[in-house]
């Protein structure tokens, strides 16, 4: 059977139960859904949360469900990929690129987001989806979770982008192009003077979401990555009013498509971005939309840009990029580690065996580079848990001397959503945390408990000591 949505969330709920919850009781499309998000994260929780009784932006209840946290957590993801949840950087980029599958295009009649068409405005309006205004200050509904999928024009090979799509009306949703593979071939139409064929689509496995979302050299198909983070061949189909050379994923729980106009722009926005930031409104493009098509028991996909989904999906891809770059100048990398505390985004973690005395530096400057929002490199001894934040922060507090270990670069390429980043130019750098080699300085030796002591008391034998209601009573997290 095919991988989608719909069995990867029968096979995790039948594993985790505890970790699908879902709201029976009628909720409002404008905001409530992030005030669960944001209360559950609060105590440090992440389920998936599926809203059965969504009320959209007219205030009428849809026939849809809407999911959310589908991808928060990396242990999640890494389970949907089949990898382990420490070594997702090492496997990810295999999967993507030499392990990558390419797609298979089946029959309409066999395609899962074929099951309803419906032309737009005539038979249905953006404004029945049950879209969400996830902040105060958003700027109406939006595809938070929408990979706008478009082909280059001279070579035809795809490009996905986690893109938002804020809906105006009935058929009209602005663009907002930040991607710099989708800007690039938006710019080729527009030099062209030609409309762009796009299309918007929603709800897929996490092994596919993640997949899409991967960071790639241009021109690349990101179905092709797609298929090998799935483990199969994406399966594809024909657009219904775009051509049947554009194709769309068959296993999507939504497809919008439409076309975007060439030199035309309009205020878009604001939106409350990952950073955790109100984003401005800005002159982008906009997407004429022509037809949607769905399951018929399509589930509504929402991503909540400043949350643990968004920070959880885009990391991988930048991880897998970042271990690659790093490799190449320090052998002894080891792992790799975007923690949520940075956003996903402008915080890398790099754990290495240090084989000179030059390689912590060495790796903070490959890393700065690999992405435009990687604004800070922490760099560890292998000894030092990456995915453990306390055991980060030891290593800097007690291996790092500023005055030689940090490295400040200014005025780099940043990312758009950073605000205290200007034009958006910003100083990037990290901090050499690990030890000096034995050659060069004795360092003291940790402190240790006796291998005996460690094997009868451990988090898996507190049972024997101390009733297990006890230990369960202890809250998750710190006073």
């Known amino acids: 059977m095919p ?12 594993q985790h139960p505890e970790q699908v919850i879902h709201v029976e009781k009628e909720v409002s499309s404008k905001y409530e859904i992030t005030a669960f998000i944001r209360a559950f994260e609060k105590e440090n929780k992440y389920p998936i949360l599926i809203f059965h009784k969504v009320r959209n932006e007219r205030g009428e209840i849809t026939p849809w469900p809407v999911i959310t946290n589908l991808c928060a957590t990396r242990g999640r993801n890494a389970e949907a990929i089949g990898v382990d949840a420490r070594e997702v950087a090492r496997a990810v980029a295999r999967l993507s690129r030499a ?26 309006s953006l404004f029945d989806l049950p879209a969400i205004r996830q902040h105060a200050l958003d700027g109406g509904p939006f595809f938070s979770a929408g990979f706008l999928t ?38 080729k139409y527009e030099d062209r003077g030609e409309d762009m064929r796009a299309a918007y ?83 982008n493009p906009y997407m004429k939309v022509t037809c949607v098509t769905h ?13 643990p989904e968004h920070f959880m999906t885009g990391a991988f891809g930048i991880e897998a990029i970042a271990y690659d770059a790093i490799k190449r100048v320090v052998p002894g990398l080891q792992n790799v580690c975007m923690p949520m505390s940075g956003c996903s985004r402008f ?60 490295i400040v670069i200014p005025d780099l390429t940043g990312g758009l959503r950073d605000p205290s980043a200007g034009d958006p130019k910003s100083a990037k750098g990290g901090i050499d945390a690990t030890k000096p080699l034995a050659k060069d300085m004795v360092f003291p030796l940790e402190n240790y408990l006796p291998v005996e002591v460690v094997e009868k008391i451990n988090p898996q034998t507190l049972g024997a000591f101390i009733p297990d209601e006890a230990v369960a009573r202890v809250p998750s997290g710190e006073l």
């Open 347 to 406: 915080h890398l973690y790099v754990q290495i065996k240090k084989q000179k005395a030059s390689d912590g530096r060495d790796a903070i400057l490959a890393g700065v580079l690999v992405d435009p929002r990687v604004k800070h490199v922490f760099v560890v001894d292998d000894d030092v848990d990456i995915f453990d934040e306390k055991n980060v922060l030891w290593a800097i507090a007690t291996r790092s001397q500023w005055d030689k270990d940090l």
């Open 3 to 14: 991988k989608d949505l719909h069995t990867f969330l029968a096979g995790y709920e039948e």
């Open 201 to 283: 689509w929603l709800g897929h496995h996490p092994a596919g979401i993640i997949g899409a979302q991967m960071k790639l050299d241009f021109p690349q198909s990101h179905y092709a990555s797609m298929g090998g983070l799935l483990g199969e061949p994406a399966r594809l189909v024909p657009s219904e009013t775009l051509g049947d050379d554009f194709l769309v994923p068959a296993d999507a729980e939504f497809v919008v498509e439409g076309v975007v106009p060439a030199n035309k722009r309009e205020p878009e926005g604001p939106f409350g971005e990952y950073a955790r930031y109100f984003g401005p409104q800005r002159w």
């Open 295 to 307: 399951r018929r028991d399509a589930i509504f996909h929402n991503l909540c840009a400043a949350g």
């Open 150 to 187: 478009v082909f280059d024009p001279d070579t035809g090979i795809d490009n996905c982008a986690l893109i938002r799509g804020n809906i105006w009306e009935d058929d009209r949703t602005g663009v907002g192009v930040y991607s710099p593979h989708t800007t690039l071939i938006y710019r």
């Open 99 to 124: 392990d990558a599958r390419k797609p298979v295009v089946i029959p309409r009649a066999e395609a899962p987001c074929k099951e309803v068409v419906r032309k737009v405005p005539q038979e249905m």
